[in-house]
């Protein structure tokens, strides 16, 4: 097999990063699963659609209600009959993700959409115009607890989850915006190109946009039903848990959800936290207008402050992952809820525009992370049974909350008389949306706190350490580098392990050699000295407890002074063995490992490979789970399965690992792997005074 790794990779990866490699790695490497690409692509065709019908219905009802004298209600009308549905029909799509198969859903959906499309093209009528669109708000509605419950099924692992969350965010406001808006541009201008001004000619023009968005969603649909099977795959447990629902009526399951979510403390502080957003998000927009007049700066002023909001959007959804490698996502979630309504306090007693628009950008920053980070919680940490009504869930408190704020807001505005006060010699035109947005920047506040009480799951240690040293880029990770070495026998991993840590510390380095914590006979005996364990699972609890202790007491500390960590079989030549058994999910064990380990990702992993045919009998026969005298399945099959499974953790995530020839001697492999290794250290600066340890 090819090295993955290639030279121009290993160049620039950094040994001094702490844990998780850079953005474009981390999307890299998710974009790498070829099922999630492909939904990604879809996911670009219907948000492309879904803009493009916005200006497509709003042009062609401007058409067709020229009569009726509604033309400026075009897009408020489009707008509505869209937004409508989520409240009415997005607990049903929850209990339909969770339900049925949630390809047949997506695959119907996106036929009903184009199919009404299409129908808005023929029948040509204003009334039939908007309750087609209703319709299609209410498929929308349906279509996308399905996908979103979905996606972490498709991923490897559950870290990839916040990646696929941000690439998924990106495409839908960020390329297909750009994509349907530029669309739609192209299709309106053909009269101009052509030098056509008759009516007739504008409004067909109009049809065509309506049909070419159709088009777009019976594409989806056809991608979906014939490229993407794998949407319709299902974790275990959820597959029992809907085996049982299937006796259950729509009522029970809903009801289900909502018990679900009041009684799971993660959960509720999750919708708790949402409602404060999203009620903070609503009294902004609804006083953004006045707000900009009482600033003195008008129109223009209003448009600085939405553009500064989004940059604060884009900003934050781009700086989640660096802030959730220092704090963990239960955190990292209420605390940003409360940033972001101090941060709208801030706006509130704003005196001057440039100090409204670096606090406004703010609160869109706060707003970005907290957003992302509930999606990747609802998707890593919400079992696969209930996500989609939890999905749902989300979806109809947005649009809940935020319509309700949004016109609630401007009433109270309207209560509360305006007056002026002079502030540092600068008069300020203190109107009635200056005391909302206190109290609504107060309410997110507290609802922040709220939430993170509910959701912090690491209430031992404190939080204002921690959120310093994340606010100043330090990472709770160590300044030092783990590197592990997996491979497909012990035999050869044990060798290379020690030979590579021989020359790094030749090299200079400070150097810790951990063993294998899985097969470390001494500890293992320890603990199973009057226990007789037979069973694969109770044998990777050993393991994970084992590999939890090696962590907490040596592996940690030697990174936080900065050393060189070698470790052999760390995770994924276990999770490979264990899974190519068969009996135990890998999403059961990869989840059992990062709670043993507390998520410790390795900075480089050095896989070797090498074909079971070349490898000896006593290699072929060793033990598996560590049991003195007992072979697992001790044949060449299920090696060959192991080697296909660590293959397929490289080609996910390329720039981590390095794949090294494990064909030929020991002294031939062991230079591929210092050839491949000692390259990537040759500038890191030596830590002084630190001990050169070792464990066996």
């Known amino acids: 097999m090819d090295d993955i790794q290639d030279s121009d990779d290993a160049g620039q990866l950094n040994p001094g990063a702490t844990g998780a490699a850079s953005a474009t790695h981390r999307l890299r490497s998710v974009l790498a699963i070829r099922p999630f ?33 509604w033309e400026g209600f075009a897009l408020s009308a489009v707008v509505l009959t869209q937004l409508l549905p989520g409240i009415l029909f997005a607990p049903l799509g929850g209990v339909l993700a969770d339900r049925f198969d949630r390809r047949k859903v997506m695959v119907a959906c996106d036929l009903a959409r184009g199919a009404l499309f299409l129908s808005i093209a023929f029948v040509g009528a204003a009334w039939w115009l908007f309750i087609a669109n209703f319709l299609v708000g209410c498929c929308a509605m349906l279509w996308i607890p399905a996908k979103e419950s979905a996606v972490p099924n498709l991923l490897r692992r559950p870290d990839q989850v916040e990646s696929a969350n941000q690439l998924g965010l990106v495409m839908t406001y960020g390329i297909s915006t750009i994509s349907g808006f530029g669309l739609y541009a192209i299709i309106s201008g053909i009269p101009g190109y052509l030098h056509l001004t008759s009516d007739d000619v504008v409004f067909r023009v109009a049809i065509i946009a309506v049909v070419v968005n159709g088009l777009l969603y019976i594409t989806s ?41 009041w009684r799971t403390p993660l959960v509720r502080g999750l919708v708790i936290g949402m409602i404060g957003a999203f009620a903070a998000a609503g ?74 628009l670096i606090a406004v950008a703010m609160v869109g920053g706060c707003a970005g992370i907290a957003f992302l980070t509930g999606l990747t919680i609802i998707g890593s940490q ?124 030749a090299a200079g380095h400070a150097v810790l050699l951990a063993s294998d914590p899985d097969l470390d006979e001494h500890r293992l005996r320890s603990m199973l000295s009057t226990v007789d364990l037979a069973g694969v699972r109770a044998h990777a609890l050993v393991a994970a407890a084992v590999r939890a202790d090696v962590v907490e007491r040596e592996v940690r ?140």
Not at 60 to 68: D, H, P, Q, S
Not at 625 to 635: E, L
Not at 650 to 666: H, I, W
């Open 557 to 696: 500390p030697a990174l936080d002074n900065g050393a060189l960590v070698v470790m052999e079989r760390y995770v994924d030549s276990p999770l490979a063995h264990f899974s190519a058994v068969g009996s135990i999910q890998p999403a059961e064990v990869e989840g059992l490992v990062d709670w043993a380990t507390g998520r410790l990702r390795p900075d480089v992993t050095i896989l070797l490979d090498r074909s079971p045919v070349t490898m000896p009998a006593d290699a072929l026969n060793e033990t598996v789970f560590g049991k003195p005298g007992r072979r697992a399945i001790d044949n060449i099959e299920h090696h060959w399965r192991v080697q296909r499974l660590l293959t397929e953790m490289a080609s996910a995530d390329p720039d981590r690992y390095v794949v090294v020839d494990a064909d030929g001697t020991e002294d031939e492999v062991s230079e591929r792997v210092r050839t491949a290794v000692l390259p990537l250290f040759a500038e890191r600066r030596v830590p002084e005074a630190q001990p050169v340890v070792e464990t066996t």
């Open 221 to 261: 649909a056809v991608l979906v039903a014939t490229r993407i099977p794998e949407l319709s795959g299902r974790a275990t447990s959820a597959k029992k848990r809907e085996d049982a629902e299937d006796e259950v009526g729509f009522a029970a399951m809903m009801r289900d959800g909502l018990r679900y979510a």
């Open 37 to 69: 690409r492909r939904l990604w692509g879809v996911t670009y065709l219907c948000s492309v659609g879904d803009w493009l019908s916005l200006l497509a219905l709003t042009g062609l009802v401007t058409k067709l209600a020229e009569g009726y004298g």
């Open 283 to 356: 009294a902004v927009i609804g006083c953004a207008k006045l707000y900009a007049l009482s600033l003195l700066g008008g129109d223009s002023a209003f448009a600085l402050l939405f553009i500064a909001v989004f940059i604060g959007l884009a900003s934050g959804m781009a700086l989640a992952p660096r802030f959730a490698r220092r704090l963990t996502y239960n955190r990292l979630f209420g605390l940003t809820i409360v940033c972001a309504g101090l941060s709208l306090v801030i706006v509130a007693l704003a005196p001057h525009l440039w100090i409204a």
């Open 382 to 505: 919400v079992e696969d049974s209930m996500r989609g009504r939890m999905v749902a869930l989300v979806q109809s408190l947005m649009k809940i909350i935020l319509g309700l704020s949004t016109v609630v807001t401007p009433l109270l505005v309207t209560v509360l008389k305006p007056r002026t006060i002079t502030l540092f010699n600068h008069p300020m035109n203190v109107d009635g949306t200056r005391p909302v947005m206190f109290g609504a920047g107060v309410l997110a506040a507290v609802v922040g706190l709220i939430a993170y009480r509910q959701m912090d799951n690491r209430r031992m240690e404190p939080i204002f350490s921690e959120l310093f040293d994340a606010i100043r880029g330090k990472s709770k990770a160590s300044a030092g580098v783990l590197i592990t070495v997996e491979g497909d026998t012990r035999q050869d991993t044990s060798v290379q392990a020690r030979r590579l840590a021989e020359a790094l510390r």
